[in-house]
């Protein structure tokens, strides 16, 4: 058999995946671009919070600081659209690979998962900051 | 055949499955974060009073739980992302021992205010 | 240090037991010294590959004690505790018989993610100029000393949770292709070393690292194709 032109394509392997291999890439780079976004939302959130529980935390002292508050209301939706995208993503790979949970019906339920996140998240915020 | 403990037992899996679990355990606790937060759409003293439930020893221990794995999360995600985007350094095990050190700090600083 | 050895050695396939065998231990003995002793003397039964006993081929290795080494550079000394030694076929790989498992799906994975060389030159044309100490040179020399002995790739457990998994040693080859200035199927490459079957289901355990035999990092490698692929896939080239 004689070797292939050095110039012919090489064949391509075969995904046998319910995502396109672009999409695969995007999944990944989304979950690593939203994970930093995190780095930011979490280390503030675990400053706020730490210094938040000083003598105890009332309702009163948490809507105080965010009721109207712009500043806030942008940081928290950062953060709740950030999770939205970094959890089903790192919870798919979970899935995956501790019970086999594979193809498109997981990939819909993620989806879903972030959706869900994304709007009791949004409701938590709305909550929040404009009560 | 697999793996077992014996083959597992590095820093650089353990710092995976504080990661694994950690993570698994914030996705599922943040419907509750966003339900309980949501209390205030029903007045502040809705709210006040889920706050009150909170301050319950057990609730506290669990809260104090939640703040490391938190920590934990983001030190060992900061950790990854060095690894995959910076030029590699043998730094792995040392990046380890801070994102331990961090979470560890931060529990701390959460207890103390507690207390 | 008694002087017997208690070894548990796998027989059978996927389904099988452990053979308890006593073996006289010998000073500097190693763990290939070993098998071959059970198999020589006590049951001529026992299948098992090797070659070069001198830690260059990477034909002798087997899980030992729960880890993957190569039989012929593993002391008995070492790893012995208590005299016991358990022996075991590689993990990740059917198991043929006994010590002996079936390397096919590790070679064709090496296959799939393009780990083969592809140049352009032809034997009229001039030498291709690489510099040892440019950048990609020294990235290649540090990950080129791969022998495909599937220790990493028993080792490695998203292989064992994700069977389609490259695998440390195919995407370790194909990071050491992307570099090579020479080669012409770079776009190939990393379409074929990209998504949840390549270089992205990584999840840095590091056991590969941990226990290549030639102290290779294919968690390095891995971390590098993720890089040049969002690079590429950004560029709409993947």
């Known amino acids: ?131 | 055949m697999k793996n077992d403990f014996r083959a597992r037992n590095h820093p650089g899996y353990w710092a995976f499955v504080v990661h694994r679990v950690s993570g698994v355990a914030l996705t599922l606790f943040i419907p509750l974060h966003f339900w309980a937060l949501a209390q205030a759409l029903q007045g502040e003293a809705r709210l006040d009073s889920f706050l009150r439930w909170t301050e319950q020893p057990l609730v506290k221990a669990g809260e104090l739980a939640l703040v490391f794995l938190l920590a934990a999360h983001f030190a060992g995600g900061v950790r990854l992302l060095m690894l995959e985007f910076l030029p590699w350094r043998e730094w792995q095990k040392t990046l380890l021992a801070a994102a331990t050190a961090f979470s560890i700090v931060a529990s701390l600083a959460f207890l103390l205010n507690l207390i | ?238």
């Open chain 1, 1 to 131: 058999m004689s070797s292939p032109s050095p110039t012919a394509p090489l064949p391509l392997r075969p995904h046998p995946s319910s995502l396109s291999l672009r999409a695969q890439v995007l999944l990944w780079a989304a979950q690593r671009a939203s994970a930093a976004v995190l780095a930011i939302c979490v280390l503030v959130h675990l400053i706020t919070i730490i210094y938040a529980v000083r003598n105890g935390l009332t309702a009163a002292e948490i809507l105080s600081r965010t009721t109207g508050n712009t500043g806030w209301a942008i940081f928290y939706g950062v953060f709740v659209v950030s999770v939205a995208v970094h959890a089903p993503i790192g919870l798919r790979n979970v899935l995956a690979e501790t019970i086999e949970w594979r193809g498109r019906s997981l990939d819909i339920a993620m989806l879903v998962l972030g959706i869900a996140i994304a709007i009791w998240g949004a409701r938590a915020v709305y909550a929040v900051v404009v009560g």
């Open chain 3, 1 to 238: 240090m008694s002087s017997t050895l208690r070894v548990r050695v796998w027989r059978g396939q996927e389904s099988g037991r452990f053979e308890p065998f006593d073996v006289p231990r010998l000073e500097s003995q190693t763990v290939l010294d070993v098998v071959t002793y059970i198999q020589r003397r006590l049951d001529p039964t026992l299948s098992y590959r090797f070659a070069c006993r001198v830690g260059m081929c990477g034909s002798c290795a087997m899980t030992v004690n729960g880890k993957a080494r190569w039989t012929c550079r593993t002391h008995v000394s070492k790893v012995a505790e208590d005299d016991c030694l358990e022996i075991a076929p590689l993990h990740n790989l059917p198991v043929v018989k006994d010590l002996v498992t079936d390397m096919t799906a590790f070679f064709d994975k090496w296959a799939e993610a393009k780990g083969q060389f592809r140049g352009e030159r032809r034997r009229t044309d001039d030498f291709a100029r690489v510099k040892p100490e440019s950048r990609e040179r020294v990235l290649v020399d540090e990950a080129i000393e791969c022998i495909g002995c599937g220790v990493c790739y028993s080792s490695c457990d998203v292989v064992t949770w994700k069977p389609e998994y490259l695998g440390p040693a195919a995407l370790n080859r194909a990071w050491t292709l992307t570099n090579d200035v020479r080669d012409v199927a770079q776009r190939e490459r990393l379409s074929a070393v990209a998504g949840d079957a390549g270089c992205h289901a990584c999840h840095t355990h590091m056991s590969c690292t941990e226990r290549c035999p030639k102290f290779l990092s294919p968690s390095k490698s891995i971390a590098g194709l993720k890089r040049l692929v969002l690079a590429a896939a950004l560029k709409g080239k993947v």
